[in-house]
């Protein structure tokens, strides 16, 4: 989402950090071209002009001009201020209650019914507590069928709602079922429209009536831009929100609303929509966004979700049979299949440090997620004796491969020689005791992606 953004902003900053000194005139200049960087990302203007403001006014104190290390002190000023307008500090969810009860709102089309799932699934993992969903969306039946359906595939209950029902009798219905059923916390999944209206208004304050929320979740669509400022501000002024799910932020968003809705509202963003998987939803973090933003990383997400999908002794055993030259093909795929759950190879680099700018620089430093996507169907069209043993690839098996996996013979020979070069690599690796990073982490360690 903030890959233009992040560019600009790198270029300028570029041109005034590494400086001994810096002049006014120098400040001046990067300013303005940080106001247009972040106009053009589709920020909020009264949003950029405070952003702005207090930029030089730190920038132009006598102590960073005459500081030894000014350009680099400019750096950390913006670093400082995006986190600033971002929301500075994390906010949690609450989910205190008997049970507790949270409404999800927004208009047609954000994903709502999507992220009701979503944030089922990370209430459940996170706080230990039973969720349950209470759809009230009638005008859409489908919506309703929809959320069923999500409940089914991720073992999560589900109120079975009448469409017939107006959506005040659903949620009063649904109080008993609740407590049947020992429902920790309750996330309601609410009616949109196309634009706000005082008939939805109307609904979300009777249903607010009927059982008290303690989050009002308002489910904006980041592709929207300075637009989902306004949608923000109608619903807050009408009913109360207490916090924002920002969707679609792994599309062409050019960020503006991520960088706008919280100070123009006041009210926090909780979670980032990051995919279409009901495992997509990632907490909102300011200080580890803005990181991103300026390309200096994030590896304490990183970390996490490394944490999240790593078997450490399936770590360890991958170690030693690398050391002793035994990783096999059998358990490259496990590797491949562990970094897609990480977010894949793209994903996982650019959440290291200065990786965003290295990326476009030299774009063939790793298989691009297409390649591996091949890799993987190369590997899947194998027996398992041939992925635990390569060397039995004759001629006539790479040709029944190519035509298992849809490549031709040549990919074949390709992965082979490099997955031989990996070995040896790794093995080197291990034997100079550089094996003793983080497990499972892709050049960082034992068990990682071996390319």
């Given at each position: ?241 207490t916090g924002l799910v920002l969707t679609k932020v792994d599309g062409d968003a050019r960020g503006g609303a991520a960088l706008s809705i919280r100070e123009a509202t006041g009210v926090p963003i909780k979670f980032l929509g990051v995919g279409e998987k009901v495992s997509a939803l990632e ?122 996996s849809g490549t031709e013979v040549k990919d074949i020979n390709k992965f082979i020689k490099q997955f031989e070069q990996s070995q040896k690599m790794m093995q080197q690796m291990m034997k100079m005791g550089r094996g003793g990073g983080m497990p499972g982490m892709p050049g960082m360690g ?6």
């Amino acid at each position: 989402m903030f890959n233009n953004l992040s560019d600009k902003l790198l270029k300028t900053l570029r041109n005034v950090s590494g400086k001994g000194k810096i002049t006014e005139k120098n400040i001046e200049e990067a300013i303005k071209e940080i106001r247009l960087s972040l106009l053009d990302a589709d920020v909020n203007f009264k949003v950029v002009k405070n952003f702005i403001s207090r930029v030089k006014e730190k920038s132009l104190g006598q102590e960073v001009l005459t500081s030894i290390t000014a350009g680099d002190q400019f750096v950390k000023i913006v670093q400082d201020e995006l986190v600033e307008i971002l929301g500075r500090d994390t906010s949690e969810l609450v989910v205190k209650g008997a049970p507790g009860v949270i409404f999800l709102v927004g208009l047609q089309g954000a994903g709502k019914t999507t992220t009701c799932a979503k944030l089922a699934l990370h209430i459940r993992k996170k706080y230990s507590k039973r969720p349950g969903l209470v759809p009230v969306d009638v005008y859409r039946p489908a919506a309703i069928e929809q959320l069923k359906i999500l409940g089914q595939q991720n073992d999560l209950p589900v109120f079975n709602s009448d469409p017939n029902d107006k959506p005040e009798q659903i949620l009063e219905k649904s109080k008993l079922w609740a407590k049947e059923n020992m429902v920790d916390v309750i996330l309601v999944d609410t009616a949109g429209r196309l634009q706000i209206d005082d008939e939805l208004m109307g609904e979300l304050t009777r249903l607010k009536n009927v059982w008290d929320p303690k989050e009002t979740l308002l489910v904006a669509d980041a592709m929207l831009g300075q637009q989902s400022v306004n949608v923000a501000k109608g619903f807050h002024d009408q009913i109360g929100i207490t916090g924002l799910v920002l969707t679609k932020v792994d599309g062409d968003a050019r960020g503006g609303a991520a960088l706008s809705i919280r100070e123009a509202t006041g009210v926090p963003i909780k979670f980032l929509g990051v995919g279409e998987k009901v495992s997509a939803l990632e907490v909102f973090h300011p200080d580890r966004l803005a990181s991103r933003i300026l390309d200096m990383g994030d590896v304490v997400s990183l970390v996490e979700k490394a944490k999240e999908v790593i078997d450490e002794k399936e770590a360890l055993a991958t170690a030693k049979k690398m050391a002793k030259n035994k990783f096999t093909m059998e358990d490259f795929l496990k590797q491949i299949q562990m970094m897609k759950k990480m977010g894949g190879m793209q994903g996982i680099l650019k959440m290291l440090p200065g990786a965003g700018q290295m990326m476009k620089k030299a774009k063939n430093m790793a298989p691009p997620d297409g390649e591996i996507k091949k890799i993987e169907a190369i590997i899947h069209s194998m027996t398992i004796a041939e992925r635990n043993n390569y060397k039995i690839l004759n001629g006539s098996r790479r040709i029944r491969i190519a035509k298992g996996s849809g490549t031709e013979v040549k990919d074949i020979n390709k992965f082979i020689k490099q997955f031989e070069q990996s070995q040896k690599m790794m093995q080197q690796m291990m034997k100079m005791g550089r094996g003793g990073g983080m497990p499972g982490m892709p050049g960082m360690g034992s068990g990682g992606f071996p390319f």
